[in-house]
């Protein structure tokens, strides 16, 4: 195995390592952090939008961002701006 991949594998499980010696209470939000951030991001990703689409189910939300045009003039933003809420909250 050359050095890079030995190194990869090494970093790989280094914010494992990191969350097994933080304490539970103490440390909630860096380990929430670490997860969100590093560990799933994908995942997390996938869960906000999820979310934001489950909020557009709702009748009477759909009504309202139609009416004021967000759906149609501003849908990046839609998505955007729960992002940067989520984001915030992380940090």
């Given at each position: 195995?050359?050095t ?6 090494l ?13 539970l ?43 004021t ?23």
């Amino acid at each position: 195995m050359n050095t890079d991949k030995f190194q990869m594998l090494l970093n790989r499980y280094k914010n494992l390592h990191l969350i097994q010696q933080l304490y539970l209470v103490q440390d909630h939000c860096r380990i929430y952090y670490l997860m969100n951030g590093y560990e799933f991001p994908w995942d997390m990703t996938r869960s906000l939008e999820v979310a934001l689409m489950r909020t557009y189910c709702v009748p009477s939300i759909s009504k309202l961002l139609n009416q004021t045009g967000e759906f149609t003039h501003r849908p990046q933003k839609r998505y955007d701006d729960p992002s940067i809420i989520v984001g915030e909250m992380i940090q």
